[in-house]
Nanobody, 116 residues
């Protein structure tokens, strides 16, 4: 059994910053890709950023230059530093973790609201 615990969401004004964290625990042998996805009301869930076990990153065009994904392999944790936040970044943010030999897991989501 694998558990993902997300934290760091909340309400922030436009131009502000937030840092999301997602810690994986349980029956983990090797974590492969880790990533963040988001889903705004009435829209589909989209990729925000991903990071491989080797540290290669990929970002959605809409967040390039503003968001940074990173991971701490010793802590089985992935982070998303979000700067220069815009109202259109408002969404529920989900962590996704791929574990070798087991599969992909989703967190329960954390709400990010960007509003003045």
């Amino acid at each position: 059994q694998v558990q993902l615990v997300e934290s760091g969401g909340g309400l922030v004004q436009p131009g502000g910053s937030l840092r999301l964290s997602c810690a994986a625990s349980g029956s983990i042998f090797s974590i492969k890709n880790m990533g963040w996805y988001r889903q705004a009301p009435g829209k589909q869930r989209d990729m925000v950023a991903t990071i491989t076990s080797g540290g290669s990153t990929n970002y959605a065009d809409s967040v390039k230059g503003r968001f940074t994904i990173s991971r701490d392999n010793a802590k089985n944790t992935v982070y998303l530093q979000m700067n220069s936040l815009k109202p259109e970044d408002t969404a529920v943010y989900y962590c996704n973790v791929g574990i070798a030999g087991i599969g992909n897991y989703w967190g329960k989501g954390t709400l990010v609201t960007v509003s003045s």
